[in-house]
């Protein structure tokens, strides 16, 4: 094979890029290939030319996939969609791209290049099998139910192995027990298993269910009939109204809005609760809402096939003779909801499994916890082991029947299967026996372990279930555990991913704080030591009653701004002036009240706060702007709008009032200090020291400034910006060079500072999981300012942090030098560094009462500085590259925390397995959206935010809960108590049943390796079943080491978790051995006190069933004795299960016995009947615990563990809470911080284009609509019908009138 080309790098890195461009090259061959052979003449041409990215891209991929690399690149490109020839589809290389690609790509039976569709044509539609509506995310039905729950059960090494064991037993020549002994436990491990299953997946049913009978309005033969979302198919026309969901990917025809506009909410797509605008074709906008003519629609729409992009979408419209461009901003995908429109009509595009949100879900995928799999292993090496033993017998039953057993034929007579010379029948017993061996000795691996770690699991999720600390009031939502398998797994998290909107804030603004002209208000001040008060529930707000506009919740408690209002003060009225003009927020009049409809939330929070403040942005048209300044109206003339982007950083408005112009601008502080007036030092100090704490408040921050035009300038200007505006060279740089111009010698107002409200909780969520040593990554589509803001806002980042790294590079080669340079930095630090503090030492005070309980953490070991990344979409691109992703993994891996911006959610996903494969570390990702449910599955264990109905990572993940502060509970209290206690549980449980299998084996040294059972078959059965079950379950469910609010007090109490400490293959050996002593113990005391032993009254005891009785009992009341000494935390259930447990041994041997007949009746009474018994049960007990609680207590008292520290001062606390009564005097910090931060606190979450909406007038409904001005049931637009254009935002970002 010829070795690959170089090319597969280029594949590699732009692995994304040929994801979204594929199906626009797939219809760009097949149009080539319609026209004949002049465009494959262009296509050898440019493939003998210098290759474009994409012609590298595709050669790569061709590379991977088999097909010959050089020659035609268009050929190439053929092979490489020819799916059907050659089955290149299913040659894909086995890389991370094609898994993942395969993962979260669904196609459908056949392969899909292009969707055609007729609306309103069932019949053209049908011959394609689109999918329909019909949604599915459970595993099971009822007829595959039983089979595909078994053979899933079966791949289970241990269930597989028990199987065979059962059918062994049904052979009697080989099998001393009863089959009943296998068979009982397999059955019960099997039934409680596929219960659990069969309960999940009836939950996913439930919620399936609920879906699919969500009513739409679909038009069927030109009259709307209400069907279930499951009936919806690709071609129908769905009608949709104000506040309801979108039943699938539709194409928008028309709306109730002017210009055939729209507003959605896509929460469930991405948890952005802010409103986002879609626009219908100009030429379906006159449908309206008349069913006739839009039953009459026969439109062919062309488009690309389903994927998971959920911001590309690419098609053309066929109609009347006519071709259409479709984009994005024309489809509405399901799991949306519309919002401030009336009603909308759609096409249905994509149905069911096919739309975006749905594969967005993913495959559901089969997790298994790290304990499983270790688990596997063991139980591996434990058959190993039994067969060792097995083959030892085996030999020694051989050896014995050569050389003694053939003289006892007469009293043990061979079966008349074995050969009659003495060494052909010795090697057939001894062949027998190890089949035999095998039975017996089978309890050496548990098959109720199984079953009881099932039970436990299913336990300790209802307890988080059950948990009132994670139940959120405000939406009445409790935290759920969706899977009953992963519930240790969550007290090893290493690393945590985690969505930023919707997860880490509620993406609510909140005006805060605001510096105006050197005065910086919102701080409360207490006036007679001058002191910052915090501001709790008893803070009194500024009562805005008195202002007809006032929002009930909008809260400010700084009286000094309102006092300064009224006092006149013509700075801040200008302040707010500049607020209430200066903006693209829409107004609407809503059931009486002013409703405003902001592009970005930043733009309404301001908006909004110059509204409370009284000055109230009431009406706008597209040449005016009207405000209530002070209850007196003010209109200003629009002249110009420059709109905001991501290059510019700032946004003015050009206004008129009484013949002065005045410009009003507000952007980055960084950008406006730039433009400033000279001889504004002194304000421009001040303001940046407000700035300043501002941002280490971790606030979002604008700058304003205004400037005053002369008529005759700007209009000057107006013309040189309008030649600009339509050259055909350079627009851009003339258009900027025009920018600058106008936005000079700016007169500084103040900044205001806007709280992008983070979830009750996130900043010590994050702080508590930091110290717990858990890395917490945040992975966000935001921008970079928006997301650093967070950062700072959560206390992710902090200005103590000797750097913060920004990789933003545009190519290959300058990331990979970006990645180096960082790497050489922080080992230049770390070599100079000194050692940090080591945070696992906690020490207590109990002869201070101020110092009991406190976790000495030295403030050095807490803030120690480090380092952070933040690294751009496109940059990751590079960096995921399998050259690269080495390096970014060791950068990343050396910083403090991580922030991924501008990421898709296939990146997500592909962040998250690099973590996985080269960290080998266990993983949780965390989200609330639709794109966030690739992390979530990829992750070991995903966690949904709920708390809005519907939302789709909820469905995807794990674990849901209804705010992110809850992950600190889930984790430090149930993750880590499910882990201490399954380790707990799985040491003490290999422990008894080691303790018990090995006394056979000891037994078989004196019964010739005849196979013979020392206990009763019905003891052997139940042992596991009855008789110390009952414990050990009441261990794993309700064992703590601490209390709950120990284990979030000290997060330190994590780290065995996180270092596999409680169990792993070193506690198992310890385990067996701890029962290999045990057993023998057990074995040779009885039997040295029974050798050859007499009752009182001189009748031998020395008969195999009072000594398998004996050992039985004591058996039983040793291991009840251990599982005393490992219990820490009693409960009512323990003692009931412990104590019961031996009294229910003495029943059923008793009820088994003497009323169902069994084979050792009178065995144990007649044991118990003699001294002999309780004193060697006696005797065998101290041996056996004196030792294990010496050495605990040993240990304890001279290396004691944190756990054991804290249990202390539990205990400490207990006796000093019974002696005094206590009056602590809890003050709450400030969250004033005691420096100032040197970094900008910028972040303003807007986008371009909406300007041109405004000053065309196409974003405005008309105020006084003439009679009779009404087209199918929809006011007429102002625009006329000759110039229909479509609405779409322009290449300048600026906008004239």
């Not at 043990?412 to 052909?424: E, N, Q």
């Not at 005070?845 to 406190?854: C, P, R």
């Not at 398998?1108 to 323990?1134: E, K």
């Not at 910090?1229 to 986008?1247: D, E, L, M, T, V």
């Amino acid at each position: 094979m010829p070795p690959v080309p170089t090319v597969i790098e280029d594949f590699e890195l732009e692995v994304l890029e040929l994801v979204e461009e594929r199906s626009r090259r797939v219809r760009k061959r097949s149009n080539g290939h319609a026209s004949g052979g002049l465009k494959s003449q262009q296509a050898g041409a440019k493939a003998s030319g210098p290759q474009s990215l994409r012609d590298r891209v595709v050669e790569g991929w061709a590379a991977k996939v088999g097909v010959p690399a050089g020659g035609d690149t268009s050929a190439s490109k053929l092979a490489l969609n020819n799916t059907k020839g050659d089955g290149l589809k299913r040659q894909r290389p086995s890389s991370i791209y094609a898994k993942l690609f395969n993962l979260f790509t669904v196609t459908s039976q056949q392969c899909e290049t292009e969707r055609r569709i007729i609306a309103n044509n069932a019949e053209f539609n049908a011959q394609f099998n689109y999918a329909k509506n019909y949604i599915k995310t459970s595993k099971y039905t009822f007829l595959n139910f039983v089979p595909y729950n078994l053979f899933e059960q079966f791949q289970r090494l241990a269930n597989f192995y028990f199987l065979c064991l059962l059918v062994l037993q049904l052979i009697p020549v080989i099998s001393s027990l009863s089959p009943i002994t296998t068979a009982v436990p397999l059955i019960g491990v099997l039934t409680v298993t596929a219960v659990k299953d069969a309960y999940d997946d009836f939950q996913r049913h439930r919620s399936d269910s609920q879906v699919n009978r969500r009513k739409s309005y679909v038009l069927r033969n030109g009259q709307l009939v209400e069907e279930s979302w499951s009936k919806v198919v690709v071609g129908d026309v769905i009608r949709m109204e104000n506040d309801q969901f979108v039943a699938a990917d539709v194409l928008l025809l028309c709306t109730s809005e002017p210009n055939g506009l729209c507003y959605i909410e896509t929460s469930e797509l991405d948890g952005e609760t802010n409103l986002k605008c879609k626009q219908c074709l100009p030429e379906t906008e006159d449908l309206g809402q008349d069913d006739g003519l839009i039953g009459a629609f026969q439109g062919e729409i062309r488009c690309e096939p389903p994927n998971n992009q959920l911001n590309k979408f690419e098609g053309t419209l066929h109609w009347e003779g006519n071709l259409h461009p479709l984009d994005n901003d024309k489809i509405l995908l399901r799991g949306c909801i519309l919002r401030n429109t009336q009603w909308c009509y759609g096409v249905v595009v994509f149905a069911g499994k096919d739309t975006k949100l749905m594969m967005n879900s993913g495959k559901t995928k089969f997790k298994r916890t790290s304990i499983d799999r270790l688990l596997n292993f063991i139980i591996l090496g434990i058959v190993f082991f039994l067969l060792s033993m097995c083959l030892f017998c085996t030999v020694a039953c051989g050896i014995w029947e050569t050389l003694t057993g053939q003289y006892f034929r007469v009293y043990l007579p061979w079966d008349s299967l074995i050969p009659p010379d003495p060494a052909g029948g010795a090697t057939v017993i001894a062949l027998l026996v190890f089949f035999s061996y095998a039975i017996v000795l089978n309890t050496v691996v548990p098959i109720s372990l199984y079953v009881s770690v099932e039970v436990i699991r299913l336990w300790q999720s209802f307890l988080i279930n059950w948990d009132d600390a994670m139940y959120h009031v405000l939406s009445g939502t409790h935290a759920k555990a969706r899977t009953t398998t992963l519930n240790e797994e969550l007290g090893q998290i290493e690393y945590i991913f985690s969505d930023k909107t919707g997860t880490l804030t509620q993406n609510i603004m909140a005006f805060n704080k605001c510096s105006i002209s050197g005065r910086s208000f919102g701080d409360v001040i207490d006036p007679r030591t001058g002191d910052f008060l915090e501001i709790n529930e008893l803070s009194r707000a500024v009562d805005f009653s008195r202002n007809p506009f006032y929002e009930p919740n909008f809260k400010f408690y700084d009286h000094s701004l309102t006092d300064a209002l009224d006092a006149g003060d013509r700075d801040c009225e200008a302040f707010f002036r500049l607020l209430a003009l200066c903006h693209t927020v829409m107004p609407e009049e809503k059931k009486g009240k002013l409703e405003y409809q902001a592009q970005s939330p930043d733009e309404g929070a301001l908006v909004s706060a110059a509204r409370n403040f009284g000055f109230v942005f009431k009406s706008r048209t597209p040449n005016s702007i009207t405000i209530y300044a002070k209850e007196v109206q003010e209109t200003y003339e629009l002249l110009c709008i420059l709109d905001f982007n991501n290059v510019r950083k700032r946004m003015s408005v050009i206004l008129k009032k009484d013949g002065r112009i005045r410009l009003y601008c507000k952007g980055a502080d960084s950008i406006i200090y730039e433009r400033l007036k000279e001889g504004q030092d002194g304000l421009k100090r001040l303001t940046q020291e407000h700035l300043d704490s501002f941002a280490a408040d971790g606030l979002r921050t604008l700058c304003l400034a205004y400037k005053d035009l002369d008529e005759e300038y700007f209009q000057d200007w107006k013309s040189r910006h309008h030649e600009a505006a339509v050259s055909l060279e350079s627009r851009e740089e003339k258009l900027a060079a025009i920018y600058e111009e106008i936005e000079r010698d700016l007169i500084l107002l103040g900044a205001t500072a806007i709280e992008d409200k983070l979830q009750d909780g996130v900043p010590q969520t994050i702080a508590n999981l930091a110290v717990a040593g858990i890395k917490i990554w945040v992975l966000t589509g935001d921008k970079q300012e928006t997301a650093i803001n967070i950062g700072y806002s959560c206390q992710l980042l902090t200005d103590e942090m000797v750097d913060i790294f920004i990789i933003d590079a545009q190519s290959a080669s300058e990331v990979e030098d970006q990645l180096q340079q960082f790497r050489e930095q922080i080992r230049n630090v770390s070599a100079t560094s000194q050692p940090q503090t080591n945070l696992s030492v906690v020490t207590f005070s109990i002869y201070s009462d101020e110092g009991v309980g406190q976790d000495n953490l030295s403030d050095a070991g807490e803030h120690n500085g480090g380092f952070a990344l933040v690294i751009s979409g496109h940059s990751l691109v590079f960096a995921l590259n399998a050259k690269y992703e080495r390096l970014f993994l060791e950068v990343a891996s050396c910083c403090k925390a991580v922030i991924c911006c501008r990421v898709t959610p296939l990146q997500k996903a592909m962040v998250v397995d690099l973590v996985k494969r080269y960290k080998k570390a266990v993983t949780l990702s965390v989200g609330d959206g639709a794109n966030d449910v690739s992390m979530i599955k990829t992750a070991h264990i995903g966690v949904g935010i709920s708390g809005q109905e519907g939302l789709q990572a909820v469905l995807a993940s794990d674990y849901s809960i209804a705010q992110f502060r809850f992950l600190e509970r889930l984790l430090l209290v149930h993750g880590r108590w499910s882990y201490y206690r399954m380790c707990k549980f799985l040491r003490y449980f290999f422990y008894k049943n080691f303790a018990f299998t090995l006394c056979h084996f000891w037994f078989a040294f004196f019964v010739a390796f005849s196979a013979q059972t020392l206990f009763d078959p019905m003891f052997i059965s139940v042992y596991n079943l009855f008789y110390t079950s009952m414990p050990v379950l009441a261990l794993g469910i309700f064992e703590q080491d601490v209390n709950a609010k120990s284990s979030i007090k000290f997060p330190k109490l994590y780290t065995p978790g996180l270092k596999n400490a409680l169990f792993n293959k070193k506690e198992f050996f310890r385990s067996a051995v701890h029962g290999f002593i045990t057993s023998c113990v057990l074995f040779f005391i009885p039997f040295g006190a029974y050798y050859n032993g007499m009752d009182q009254e001189g009748r031998s005891m020395a008969d195999q069933q009072t000594f398998g009785s004996v050992v039985a009992t004591i058996l039983v009341i040793v291991v009840t004795m251990q599982i005393c000494l490992d219990t820490s935390y009693w409960t009512l259930f323990n003692h009931i299960t412990i104590w019961g447990s031996l009294i229910f041994y003495l029943l059923l041997q008793y009820f088994y016995n003497y009323v169902l007949g069994g084979d050792y009746v009178g065995a144990l009474a007649k044991a118990m009947g003699e001294p002999v018994f309780y004193f060697t049960s006696l005797l065998t007990l101290v041996i056996l615990m004196l030792p294990v609680m010496a050495w605990r207590f040993y240990w304890v008292d001279v290396a004691p563990t944190l756990s054991d520290k804290v249990r202390f001062k539990q205990r400490h606390d207990a006796k000093m809470a019974s002696k005094r009564t206590e009056h602590d005097m809890m003050r709450t910090p400030s969250a004033r911080r005691s420096r100032r931060s040197i970094r900008s606190g910028y972040a303003f979450a807007h986008q371009e284009g909406f300007g041109r909406l405004i000053t065309s007038g196409k974003i405005m409904r008309p105020r006084n609509p003439k009679p009779g001005a009404v087209s199918n049931g929809r006011a007429a637009s102002l625009r006329p019908d000759a110039n229909k254009v479509s609405v779409v935002a322009p290449a300048p970002s600026t906008v004239e009138v």
